[in-house]
């Protein structure tokens, strides 16, 4: 399974295609899981296209402050802010995803004085 198989596999699991603007997204999603995403269309690939990359959402550090982070994924990138995002609907790259960890370690600490 390539790279882009392993994303629609994810996305599907976490519902990305529920909300998609196009309604066949999802069936176009399944096939390419199913028969490799290199057997669709090139109009069938041009719509499934959008979901094989995403920009990071950033992250917001314990004062309010976003850091505005705007780090494009894609491939193994992409698949692994799926795999560990909580929220699928935003997903962020590795240096926000340590950025939260701390400021969630942080929150933690305040939280217990
Ligand atoms: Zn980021």
């Known amino acids: 399974m390539g790279i882009e198989e ?5 996305q599907l699991e976490n519902g990305v295609f ?34 094989l990359s995403a920009y990071c959402s950033g992250v917001t550090d314990p004062g309010g402050h976003h850091n505005e982070c705007d780090a494009l994924l894609e491939g193994e990138d992409l698949l692994e802010a799926y795999q560990l995002s909580e929220d699928s609907q935003s997903l962020m790259c590795e240096s926000c995803r340590s950025d939260q960890g701390y400021y969630q370690h942080q929150w933690q600490r305040i939280s217990e004085e």
């Open 18 to 51: 529920d909300a998609a603007e196009v309604d066949f997204a999802e069936g176009l999603a399944r096939l390419a899981v199913d028969k490799g995403y290199d057997s669709l269309s090139p109009k069938q690939k041009a719509v499934l296209e959008p979901y």
């Open 6 to 10: 392993k994303i629609f596999e994810t």
